[in-house]
Structure formats: structure tokens, C-alpha cells
Nanobody
Framework: QVQLVESGGGLVQAGGSLRLSCAAS????????MGWFRQAPGKEREFVAG????????SYADSVKGRFTMSRDNPQKMVYLQMNSLKPEDTAVYYC???????????????????WGQGTQVTVSS
């Protein structure tokens, strides 16, 4: 089991930047692909970014590609999402998630993730 706690959300102006952090606990963290998802009011949870267990491969939703960067620090058990050039449509609750499958690559399917953080609110004003 992996426990995840997100932080770093807040209110920013369009064009600004935020860095989300996800602190993990559990010995299996370094073996698990990780993901960032977001959910806006009235919308389904959607994939934002994914990273494999070692941090050597990443994937991004088309809507954030070129603006967001996902990274991980396995010795520190941390995952990050650097968000630049933020847009109002980025407003959502952002969730960090750990895959159910060890040693694998990223996934963009929510059902592939077995552990979720509590979420952190990101609000981008125009």
C-alpha cells in the first residue's frame, strides 16, 4: 500500500506557474508508475501526466503537453508536476495516483491506479 499527499495548489493568474508536489509513503513507491489526474466540477476525472517507475519515461495529455512537466525523486519518495503557462481551463482538483502494477510504464486509465491522494485545488483566474 502507498499513501499519497498532494500539496502546492492554489490560486494563480492565467499565464502563471504552480508546482504540485506529491509525498509518498510505503516501501513499494519506487517500483510503481505514477500519474497525475484532474477533475473539474461536473466533469469526469481525466489523465494529465504519467511517469514510469524509474522516471525515465513520461506521457502527457495533449491539453497540457509543452506546458506541464512531471518528475519523480524515488529516494525522497516525491512526485512533482510543474505547471507553466496556466490557463483557466486548467482549473480543477489535481490528484496524484500510484499504479496497481509494479515495474511498469505509465497508464492513462484511472482504473490502473490503486492509490490516490486527497487532491489539491488549482484555480486559474483570467
Amino acid at each position: 500500500q502507498v499513501q499519497l499527499v498532494e500539496s502546492g495548489g492554489g490560486l494563480v493568474q492565467a499565464g502563471g506557474s504552480l508546482r504540485l508536489s506529491c509525498a509518498a509513503s510505503g516501501r513499494s513507491f519506487s517500483t510503481l508508475p505514477m500519474g497525475w489526474f484532474r477533475q473539474a466540477p461536473g466533469k469526469e476525472r481525466e489523465f494529465v501526466a504519467g511517469i514510469n517507475y524509474s522516471g525515465t519515461s513520461t506521457s502527457y495529455a495533449d491539453s497540457v503537453k509543452g506546458r506541464f512537466t512531471m518528475s519523480r525523486d524515488n529516494p525522497q519518495k516525491m512526485v512533482y508536476l510543474q505547471m507553466n503557462s496556466l490557463k483557466p481551463e486548467d482549473t480543477a482538483v489535481y490528484y496524484c495516483a500510484a499504479s496497481k502494477t509494479r515495474w511498469g510504464t505509465w497508464s492513462n486509465v484511472p482504473d490502473a491506479f490503486g492509490s490516490w491522494g486527497q487532491g489539491t485545488q488549482v484555480t486559474v483566474s483570467s
